[in-house]
Nanobody
Framework: QVQLVESGGGLVQAGGSLRLSCAAS????????MGWYRQAPGKQRELVAA???????IYADSVKGRFTISRDNAKNTVYLQMNSLNSEDTAVYYC???????????????????WGKGTLVTVSS
């Protein structure tokens, strides 16, 4: 049973920073890709950033240059460093993992097998 547990969400002022963590039960080496998605009120879930087992990264255009995804294999944890936050970043952020090979299109569409329960990020203006 794979468990993904997100942490690090909270309330932050516009322009501030937060770092989200996603701790996996067991080794993250088994995951071909891991990603962060978000869903704002009244909106569809969208990919924020993803990282493959080889270290390749994918970012949504809206977060490029502001967010950084990274993984610490020794700690079985994936991080999302979020800088220069604005109100548009307010959402529930979910961690996800895919153990099999995944096309970029699949990752972008959220076709990941395992999901965390999410952590709320609220950016006040």
């Amino acid at each position: 049973q794979v468990q993904l547990v997100e942490s690090g969400g909270g309330l932050v002022q516009a322009g501030g920073s937060l770092r989200l963590s996603c701790a996996a039960s067991g080794s993250i080496f088994r995951f071909n890709a891991m990603g962060w998605y978000r869903q704002a009120p009244g909106k569809q879930r969208e990919l924020v950033a993803a990282i493959t087992s080889s270290g390749s990264t994918i970012y949504a255009d809206s977060v490029k240059g502001r967010f950084t995804i990274s993984r610490d294999n020794a700690k079985n944890t994936v991080y999302l460093q979020m800088n220069s936050l604005n109100s548009e970043d307010t959402a529930v952020y979910y961690c996800a993992a895919e153990p099999r090979g995944a096309l970029i299109a699949t990752i972008k569409s959220g076709g990941m097998e395992y999901w965390g329960k999410g952590t709320l990020v609220t950016v006040s203006s």
